[in-house]
């Protein structure tokens, strides 16, 4: 990433090699659009590409090409270079990961909650909220099973080391999930998981038309915990 002078707009450029300029633009569209979610979750903010240029820069075969794009919404940028760095970070993180691997599918679908989250962020806030929530709720049912063992653990030696199976799903609430994921993410927890949490129920009946009810401050709230379990489940993988 870098700063056109000339412009006074920030770029993003790739190199790929292709033999036409055609096959460079196709290449670097798709590189981009790699990029650009993972641009996303760390800013919060949705970037459409503008405009994309190629240049050559080697006339050997196969040609080399560099090519460029222009932000949409430059306005939101610029960002320190603490934050280019950790999004840089979470790129090389994701071209490791192998696409069979269950939690690379589980970060894949996440990503996408988190993309359309934005997208609706404008136009339909409960829907949008909603699909962040949904990115935090899809994690943490990857925690599922330690969450559990964890309960097992803390009931061994107390009266309630003989509730049945059935008693001991009460007490795997949602907000306890929740809770649990975020400590092996080490996200601190704070009042906002209660909130966000008591409002998923609203979202079961989706036969009825009526918008879910959600405030500026849970709509945030939701959303930045959901970019937060998303950037550090991705970070995660690096030692999983």
């Given at each position: 990433m870098d700063f056109d002078q000339k412009?006074?707009?920030?770029?993003?450029?790739?190199?790929?090699?292709?033999?036409?300029?055609?096959?460079?633009?196709?290449?670097?569209?798709?590189?981009?659009?790699?990029?650009?979610?993972?641009?996303?979750?760390h800013t919060g903010v949705s970037h459409k590409i503008g405009t994309i240029t190629v240049s050559q820069i080697s006339?050997?075969?196969?040609?080399?090409?560099?090519?460029?794009i222009v932000l949409v919404r430059e306005t939101h940028l610029p960002l320190t270079n603490e934050k280019i760095g950790e999004i840089e970070n979470t790129l090389?993180?994701?071209?490791?990961?192998?696409?069979?691997?269950?939690?690379?599918k589980i970060i894949t679908r996440a990503i996408n909650y988190f993309l359309r989250g934005?997208?609706?962020?404008?136009?339909?806030?409960?829907?949008?909220?909603?699909n962040f929530y949904k990115v935090t709720e899809l994690i943490a049912q990857d925690f599922r099973k330690d969450f559990s063992e964890e309960l097992r653990n803390q009931l061994?030696?107390?009266?309630?080391?003989k509730l049945t199976e059935i008693e001991r799903e009460k007490l795997r609430?949602?907000?306890?999930?929740?809770?649990?994921?975020c400590l092996q993410l080490n996200i601190p927890i704070g009042d906002e998981i209660?909130?966000?949490?008591?409002l998923r129920p609203k979202f079961s009946a989706h036969a009825t038309l009526k918008e879910v009810?959600?405030?500026?401050?849970?709509?945030?709230e939701c959303k930045a915990i959901s970019g937060k379990v998303l950037i550090n489940y991705i970070h995660q993988q690096v030692h999983g």
């Amino acid at each position: 990433m870098d700063f056109d002078q000339k412009r006074k707009k920030y770029f993003i450029s790739v190199i790929v090699s292709a033999e036409t300029q055609r096959e460079a633009e196709q290449k670097g569209f798709i590189r981009f659009n790699q990029v650009l979610p993972v641009f996303c979750i760390h800013t919060g903010v949705s970037h459409k590409i503008g405009t994309i240029t190629v240049s050559q820069i080697s006339g050997s075969k196969p040609h080399l090409h560099s090519s460029k794009i222009v932000l949409v919404r430059e306005t939101h940028l610029p960002l320190t270079n603490e934050k280019i760095g950790e999004i840089e970070n979470t790129l090389r993180i994701l071209d490791k990961l192998p696409n069979e691997k269950r939690t690379t599918k589980i970060i894949t679908r996440a990503i996408n909650y988190f993309l359309r989250g934005c997208y609706l962020e404008t136009q339909w806030r409960s829907e949008s909220f909603l699909n962040f929530y949904k990115v935090t709720e899809l994690i943490a049912q990857d925690f599922r099973k330690d969450f559990s063992e964890e309960l097992r653990n803390q009931l061994k030696g107390t009266l309630l080391e003989k509730l049945t199976e059935i008693e001991r799903e009460k007490l795997r609430t949602p907000k306890r999930l929740v809770q649990f994921m975020c400590l092996q993410l080490n996200i601190p927890i704070g009042d906002e998981i209660s909130r966000i949490v008591a409002l998923r129920p609203k979202f079961s009946a989706h036969a009825t038309l009526k918008e879910v009810d959600v405030s500026s401050e849970e709509f945030n709230e939701c959303k930045a915990i959901s970019g937060k379990v998303l950037i550090n489940y991705i970070h995660q993988q690096v030692h999983g």
